[in-house]
């Protein structure tokens, strides 16, 4: 069986990774991995349906064994994707979408480098911070840590596969479905072709 893809999708804030995220759900089927945490759920938040809630001892432990395909720590608690989970989706046959920043990316490309990496940009820079300012929804120093750490984030550009310009919803997930039609279709993924072919 053929197997899926493991498509990592990465873009600053203010890139609209979530909606564009959620426009490519609604286009086409991909796997969802439920990641681990150590934070405790909040209210309505189902153990192995929101995430796999477990402790930091298990976590580490994970870690350990390298069991995670690629992890990050936010607000203190650890936050990850499991690598078995993962693969098997991808063995499957199951095309796998995670949308993590860009740390958990090089460690994904690191363990796994047959992913596919895509960053998904707002049009400009100069666009991005009018779209996180227009919000209103946050301080202006929340604002320019945000701006300040896309720099840090375009210093990874090189280590992605694809880039994809946000100028519109549609066209964008337009843009990534073809990628990853195109990436199903590459050369370097079907190294028996010619046995298949004849039926060897
Ligand atoms: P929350 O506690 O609000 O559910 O999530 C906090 C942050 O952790 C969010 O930015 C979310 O995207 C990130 N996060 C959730 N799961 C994973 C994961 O499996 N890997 C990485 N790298 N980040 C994650």
Do not use: W
């Not at 740390?103 to 994904?108: D, Q």
């Amino acid at each position: 069986m053929e197997k899926g893809l493991l498509i990592v999708l990465s873009g600053p804030s203010g890139s609209g990774k979530g909606t564009v995220r959620a426009e490519l759900m609604k286009k086409e089927h991909f796997a969802f991995s439920v990641s681990a945490t150590t934070r405790g759920p909040r209210e309505g938040e189902r153990n192995d349906v929101d995430y796999h809630f477990i402790t930091r001892e298990a976590f580490e432990g994970k870690i350990q064994r390298e069991e995670m395909l690629e992890y990050t720590t936010y607000n203190g608690n650890y936050y990850g994707t499991v690598k078995s989970e993962a693969l098997e989706m991808i063995e499957a046959g199951k095309n796998l979408l995670l949308e993590i920043e860009v740390e958990g990316a090089m460690n994904v490309k690191r363990v796994y480098p047959e992913a596919v990496l895509i960053m998904l940009l707002p049009p400009s820079f100069a666009e991005q911070e009018r779209r996180l300012r227009g919000r209103g929804t946050e301080s202006d120093e929340i604002v320019n840590g945000r701006l300040a750490r896309t720099y840090e984030e375009m210093e990874y550009l090189p280590h992605y596969d694809y880039v994809v310009y946000n100028e519109n919803v549609d066209a964008c997930a337009e843009d990534i479905l073809s990628i990853i039609h195109a990436e199903r279709c590459a050369m370097r993924r079907h190294p028996n072709a010619k046995e298949h072919y004849f039926g060897q």
